[in-house]
């Protein structure tokens, strides 16, 4: 159980970014939420390469997870779905300089291509995010099912 949860995790933290939208906002945290979005739908579109253009090098995720090993779990949530889905709340961005903080919820689905899924999860996930090199890349992200 653990273990799905953990690839289940993995990708709704590329799932998790689907919330762009709404009010009006500062440049820079319009562009972090332009880059959740993309991962996001990265993920949604099965690219794990694009998704993980937006990890840092650094990355550090649940139990120590590093950037490879978050790859390898969308990896795994690509090949064991034929279809993927995401569903966030709202973004709680904060931002200070060249850092910034985003917790959402999030309900993460897979299935084999039928249009109900077999498979959902909802996470409570907490990111933080450096922004270099003119991008925004996340560098921790923590997430826990929610029941």
Avoid: K
Wanted: aromatic share 6%; with cysteine; net charge negative.
């Amino acid at each position: 159980m653990e273990a799905r949860a953990r690839v289940s995790g993995g990708l709704l933290l590329a799932v998790a970014l689907a919330a762009a939208g709404g009010c009006a906002r500062s440049p820079t945290e319009q562009a972090l939420r332009e880059r959740i979005g993309a991962m996001q739908a990265a993920v949604e579109r099965r690219e794990v390469s694009a998704f993980i253009e937006g990890v840092d090098e650094d990355f550090v995720g649940v139990g120590g997870m590093d950037r490879d090993s978050l790859r390898n779990l969308v990896r795994i949530h690509v090949l064991r779905n034929a279809r993927i889905g995401a569903t966030t709340g709202p973004l709680s961005v904060q931002v200070e300089g060249e850092v910034a903080t985003v917790d959402f919820d999030a309900v993460l689905t897979g299935s084999q291509g039928t249009l109900i899924p077999e498979r959902a999860q909802a996470y409570r996930i907490r990111t933080h995010w450096r922004f270099e090199d003119g991008d925004w890349r996340v560098v921790v992200a923590d997430w826990e099912p929610v029941l």
